[in-house]
């Protein structure tokens, strides 16, 4: 499975864009990519999914490159709602996907 | 309401008992996964079943145990339970046997503390 790696944290304040970043050089040719979000004691919800170029939905985006060794969600216009843990994961359509979670990204949203 | 049903919500236990965790996945949905959150781990895939078959098995120690019924609910067993066992521990669902299209629709999670 595809490892993946992103930012521990970061901060923005309400109303602006965040974007963040996930690193995952190994991708395989079958893997898609999906972003989960999580609040505190909170199970995991499904955000977007992907497998190549751009993917938008009602609360975000997803900019997946040509070599789609990366792929960026960006959480337009913010809210302090939106402060949670983001989890990217990449995954095989295939049958015995361990979607395995990473550390995530902590977003904090300040007033 | 993510239509991932986890029962109980809270369980408090001592050393050395057993516990069953249920699922009821979401409707139309085969696959059921459980995963285990703690506070210095995150996130750990235990176990997968499709349609009532094992499909896949991840950091799943062997005091653990779990199945899929033919009703497509799950049980997720813990025994000769140690205090490193609380945790919360999420169940998952899908339609196919992985998440391609809309993901892993998650449940509000069992709270597990053992003392």
């Known amino acids: 499975l595809a490892k993946t790696t992103q930012p521990i944290s970061m901060d923005s304040y309400e109303g602006q864009e965040v974007n963040i970043t996930c690193s995952h050089n190994n991708i395989a040719t079958n893997d898609y990519i999906t972003w989960y979000q999580q609040f505190p004691s909170q199970g995991p919800r499904f955000i977007i999914q992907g497998y190549k170029t751009k993917v938008t939905n009602e609360v975000a985006s997803l900019f997946i490159p040509a070599d789609r060794k990366s792929s960026t969600l960006s959480l337009p216009r913010v809210s302090l709602s939106d402060t949670a843990v983001y989890y990217c994961l990449v995954g095989d359509k295939a049958a015995g996907n361990k979607l395995t979670f990473g550390g995530g990204t902590r977003v904090l949203v300040k007033p | 309401d993510s239509g991932v049903t986890q029962t109980p919500k809270h369980l408090i236990t001592a050393t050395g008992q057993r516990v069953t965790l249920r699922c009821s996945p979401r409707?139309?949905?085969?696959?059921v996964y459980w995963y285990q959150q703690s506070l210095d781990q995150g996130l750990q895939f235990l176990i997968q079943y499709y349609n009532g078959e094992e499909r896949a098995k991840g950091n799943i120690l062997e005091r653990f145990s779990a199945q899929q019924f033919p009703d497509l609910h799950s049980e997720l067993n813990l025994s000769s339970l140690e205090l490193g066992d609380s945790a919360l521990y999420f169940c998952?669902?899908?339609?196919?046997?992985?998440?391609?299209?809309?993901?892993?629709?998650f449940g509000s999670g069992t709270r597990l503390t053992v003392v």
């Open positions: 409707s139309g949905d085969l696959s």
């Open positions: 998952a669902s899908s339609v196919g046997m992985g998440g391609e299209g809309y993901g892993y629709t």
